[in-house]
């Protein structure tokens, strides 16, 4: 009965992480379909940086970044005291700040 159990176990593993499909997380049913980076401030910070398309180039500029955090993130006033943030527009789903960079 193991020996049941083991050969697809060894089966699945030998496809390995980079046989399995990645989705970005902006294009997961449900999500926005901003182009989102990555956390602005550490890899897990809810505030994320904001790539280039053709609703988000109307804010980006080469002093600043774009910064989207999620509408009603409890941690929104911190990110605007420690970055100097100013927000721009709400767009799907995130409030999104334009960033002076340092």
């Known amino acids: 009965m193991k020996r049941l159990l083991i050969a697809p176990i060894l089966a ?6 980079d046989a399995l499909p990645t989705v970005p997380i902006a294009t ?5 379909n901003l182009p989102l980076v990555r956390g602005y401030r550490d890899p897990a ?3 994320m940086l904001v790539g280039e398309d053709d ?4 804010y980006l500029g080469d002093a600043s970044d774009l910064v989207g955090c999620p509408v009603g993130y409890e941690g929104t006033g911190v990110f ?3 970055t100097g943030a100013a927000q721009v527009d709400t ?3 995130y409030d999104l700040f334009v960033v002076a960079r340092r």
């Open 12 to 17: 699945l593993t030998a496809c390995g992480p």
């Open 28 to 32: 997961l049913p449900g999500t926005s």
């Open 55 to 58: 609703y988000t180039n109307q």
């Open 45 to 47: 910070d809810q505030c």
């Open 80 to 82: 605007i005291t420690e």
């Open 91 to 93: 767009y799907q789903g």
